[in-house]
């Protein structure tokens, strides 16, 4: 029996525009890792210690990564890359999962992973071609009085469930639900995200890409050369990033 | 020594052995349901009934409701307020507790009973902006004394609402059955 494949109807390229995007300036980033601190503050990401650390099971939803080029002794170090979830607008981990726990939300176009419904496969990890996504390999211990940290607007994940980079889909509802109450629109550069918020050197932006006025699209227009990472994939990511300007 | 067992237990001995068993087994359960389905022990047996026959709104001892996602519980300062015009209030056994709480500033540890789990984020204001009662998931107040919970609070009980509210609107219909919506 043949097999008709559906292509998706997900228009391609610069066709495609999100709602929720960020700007990352490489030649900003001063790789000082205050993004990564903020971002593990902010969605209560457990400390995983050397042990599981060396496994190479630390759990970051944002890392910098550093590159060199050429070969010892003359080394090059490129920019320092900050790599979160690209909030794909055709995921490659959502098609994977068989319990539907890492899903596209319709409303935020957004990639959610449902901690709830997640029973550990790991498939969308390995799919993943960022590898942004972090498995909960165990109950990591939180000693008194590190608790009392944990923000109250954020699920504490348990073991056996991934968990990745949320866009603080958590700050984007709070300034939604603010919005709401005061009978407006969220404006732009009303809330940003933790990293974003955190970074010194202003590397990071925030906001609506479907909004021409907004700062991420005007950044994004100035600029003119960003680049999303791995996007021969057609994976439609909404993070862009500048290099070399 | 196996079929020796099973052919005791045809016995008459060993048939009553097995009924006990089985009753014992039986009311362990019972139970144990029995004990999930009672209001937790509060540190006053606080009578929602009696406060709201004298016309007391829900919103004046839980303001949080209708400005951000808790309701909140009320401090002992509130009660006070009116309790300390109340000559009862001095004498009374049930209210001791509350006027040691305010004697002794050491707050009262209520026990919530209207809970959700960690993995769901929910907003009170957003349900009473979009015209929705208390009554409506808390059940009629008038009719308790201590507070007790009379709906399970699952997915089930909230898409029930959603999905009704939103109704012929798509993009409300979206929003509200997002998973991104309760569950970040």
Redesign the interface.
């Known amino acids: 029996m043949a097999i008709e494949l559906k292509v998706s109807e997900v228009k391609m390229g610069e066709a495609y525009v999100g709602k929720w995007g960020m700007v990352i300036d490489q030649d900003m980033c001063t790789g000082c890792q205050a993004c990564v601190a903020a971002c593990a503050m902010e969605n209560n990401l457990s400390f995983v210690g050397e042990t599981d650390s060396g496994y190479g099971r630390s759990m970051h939803w944002i890392r910098i990564e550093r590159f060199w080029e050429g070969s010892y002794p003359e080394v090059k170090m490129t920019p320092n890359q900050p790599m979160l979830c690209q909030q794909c607008g055709a995921a490659t981990c959502e098609p994977v999962c068989p319990a539907f726990a890492t899903?596209h939300?319709?409303?935020?176009q957004?990639n959610?992973q449902?901690?709830?419904r997640c029973v550990g496969t790991r498939y969308c990890a390995n799919n993943c071609p960022y590898q942004v996504r972090s498995f909960n390999w165990r109950d990591y211990k939180r000693p008194e009085p590190l608790p009392n940290q944990l923000n109250p607007?954020?699920?504490?994940r348990r073991r056996g469930v991934m968990e990745k980079c949320?866009f603080c889909?958590?700050r984007i509802?709070k300034a939604q639900?603010k919005a709401?109450?005061e009978g407006r629109e969220v404006v732009d550069g009303e809330f940003t995200t933790a990293c974003a918020q955190a970074c010194p050197a202003s590397a990071i932006t925030f906001g609506r890409v479907d909004n021409p006025d907004s700062l991420v699209s005007q950044l994004a227009r100035v600029h003119g050369h960003g680049v999303k990472h791995l996007e021969e994939l057609g994976t439609l990511p909404n993070v862009t990033y500048f290099k070399g300007g | 020594m196996i079929k020796r067992f099973f052919d005791w237990l045809k016995k008459p001995l060993g048939l009553i052995a097995v009924g006990i068993t089985f009753l014992a087994l039986f009311s362990l359960a019972a139970y144990g349901i029995s004990l999930s389905q009672q209001p937790p022990a509060q540190p006053v047996q606080f009578p929602h009934r009696i406060h709201i026959g004298f016309g007391i709104q829900c919103l004046y001892c839980h303001p949080g409701a209708a400005k951000g996602?808790s309701a909140g519980i009320p401090a002992e300062a509130r009660c006070w307020g009116c309790h300390n015009q109340i000559v009862k209030t001095q004498t009374s056994l049930l209210l001791k507790p509350l006027k040691d709480s305010v004697i002794s500033g050491k707050p009262l540890q209520w026990v919530p009973v209207a809970q959700v789990?960690?993995?769901v984020?929910f907003?009170h204001?957003?349900h009473i902006?979009a015209g929705q009662n208390c009554e409506n998931c808390h059940g009629d107040m008038s009719k308790m004394t201590v507070a007790e919970n009379p709906q399970i609070f699952n997915m089930g009980f909230c898409l029930k609402c959603h999905t009704k509210v939103a109704g012929e609107n798509h993009d409300l219909l979206?929003?509200l059955t997002?998973?991104?919506?309760c569950?970040?």
């Not at chain 1, 607007?153 to 504490?156: H, L």
């Not at chain 2, 997002?178 to 919506?181: F, L, P, R, V």
């Open positions: 899903v939300s319709q409303a935020e957004l959610l449902v901690y709830n607007d954020v699920t504490v949320t889909i958590q509802h639900d709401k109450s | 996602p789990p960690d993995f984020q907003n204001r957003a902006a979206v929003k997002d998973c991104g919506t569950h970040y």
